[in-house]
């Protein structure tokens, strides 16, 4: 099995995506329905309600769905009121789904508007300062920058980014991806107030395919023609997908899908040496409690366990795409145990695409880590 594999299939009659790596499964994600809302959305909402004494202003994004509204994230070229200088109910305006619902907060808006591609961010933008401004990922190379820098970008009134992958990037895949994208940002921004509310402007992409923006798989395998036809329209992956038919060996038995499906859902996460995790998630955080079961209690052998119990977490919290707070209890440690398990977490979580921290212990022996959230997880 290849080092960091995408599987796409029909599992339970939804389209889905699997990451593997080394033999793992890593990531599970299901598609949304057709009619969902869904991330980097651009809808013409309506005003609801201002709320000063907060800063912000909820804002209806469809007739049952209402989103949270910064006021410091307004833009007002792009509200369609009367009242030029502040927002007021009633107001049509163009803003972006920046996150999803998660526990008990709603839709986050903003009316800073932004579109992704795998080379570019393209944003529209609030002040003059900003205007005809170009930035580079700090990951890039500076031969590689030098060499960006003397493409030709008609940035208008727009800002760009330009992203990672823009160093194994042709110059004309990224001029072509960043005319595409602008051209239809600045026709948003001009038609936005011909639209009528609820009107979704853009469509963000659907998780299982958004992801791949931010992964660079070796492999990517389908057997279903539909999936297999919309990725093949996207140069940059094409040479790496290819299209499973063998009869004889289903994909999901291959890969063993049910099994990476089960451990997803599974309260329970069995480590090698007799040790386990127990995965709780709760309103307000996720827990993880490290047990040595039938494991050795020796010293050596706890430190074995919490050492494996940092990997496995690495990875479930990918698998399962937990975001916010998550604790952990791993098995009784001295302060210098402490400080080595954060030195391996914080260098896992450097290979997570998701922006992923570990703060450190508390005086109670817990270990604290932040997960961004950027998709819904399970």
Do not use: W
Not at 87 to 102: N, T
Not at 211 to 232: A, E, F, G, S, W
Not at 246 to 256: E, M, P, T
């Amino acid at each position: 099995m290849h080092e960091n594999t995408l599987v796409y299939t029909k599992f339970n009659s939804v389209n889905t995506m699997f990451r593997f790596s080394e033999g793992k499964a890593f990531e599970y994600i299901e598609e949304e329905p057709d009619d969902m809302i869904l991330l980097d959305d651009i809808i013409v909402g309506v005003v609801d309600s201002v709320k000063e004494s907060i800063n912000a202003c909820f804002v209806k994004i469809s007739p049952e769905d209402t989103g949270f509204l910064s006021l410091e994230d307004v833009d007002q070229r792009f509200s369609f009121g009367k009242n030029k200088e502040k927002l007021v109910p009633g107001d049509l305006i163009l803003c972006q789904v920046k996150s999803l619902p998660q526990k008990n907060k709603g839709y986050r808006l903003s009316m800073h508007l932004t579109l992704k591609g795998r080379f570019t961010v393209i944003n529209s933008v609030f002040s003059n300062n900003e205007v005809n401004k170009l930035t580079f990922s700090s990951k890039l190379s500076k031969e590689r920058i030098e060499e960006l820098e003397k493409l030709q970008f008609n940035l208008q009134d727009l800002s760009c980014i330009l992203r990672t992958a823009c160093e194994t990037g042709s110059d004309d895949e990224i001029v072509k991806e960043f005319d595409a994208l602008s051209d239809i940002l600045i026709n948003i921004l001009k038609n936005g107030d011909k639209r009528t509310p609820y009107s979704r402007l853009y469509k963000g992409r659907k998780t299982l395919y958004n992801r791949l923006l931010n992964l660079n798989p070796d492999k990517i395998v389908t057997d279903d023609r539909d999936i297999y036809d919309y990725l093949k329209k996207d140069s940059f992956i094409s040479d790496k997908l290819s299209f499973y038919d063998d009869k004889k060996l289903n994909l999901s038995v291959l890969y063993k899908l049910k099994e990476a499906h089960d451990e997803a859902f599974a309260r329970k996460v069995n480590l090698s040496n007799g040790g386990f995790l127990i995965i709780d998630k709760t309103e307000a955080l996720t827990v993880i409690d490290v047990n040595s079961g039938k494991g050795s209690a020796a010293k050596n052998s706890i430190i074995k366990t919490n050492t494996e119990a940092c990997f496995e977490i690495r990875r479930q919290l990918s698998l399962r795409n937990l975001s916010g707070i998550i604790i952990v209890d791993f098995i009784n440690m001295d302060s210098s145990s402490e400080k080595e398990t954060v030195s391996l977490l914080k260098k896992l979580f450097r290979d997570d695409s998701v922006k992923t921290n570990c703060i450190g212990f508390t005086k109670l022996g817990l270990c604290e880590i932040t997960r961004e959230k950027t998709y819904a997880g399970l």
